[in-house]
């Protein structure tokens, strides 16, 4: 795929979806990126319960 091709499918996206949200919950990129890591195993409301834990002691 090159990069033509890449930057219509994000413009797409973008068009589609402007604001995308999700149901894992986080306060700083960080916090977003260790919750995605856990959700490829888990569900999202799993890992809801399982950061509101981590997070305070992380």
Known sequence: MNKAKRL???????????????????????????????SAQATDVSVNKATAKLYPVA
């Open 8 to 38: 219509e499918i994000l413009t797409r996206l973008r068009e589609n979806n402007p604001h995308p949200t999700t149901e894992l919950n986080f306060s700083s990129p960080f916090e977003l990126l260790i919750a995605v890591l856990l």
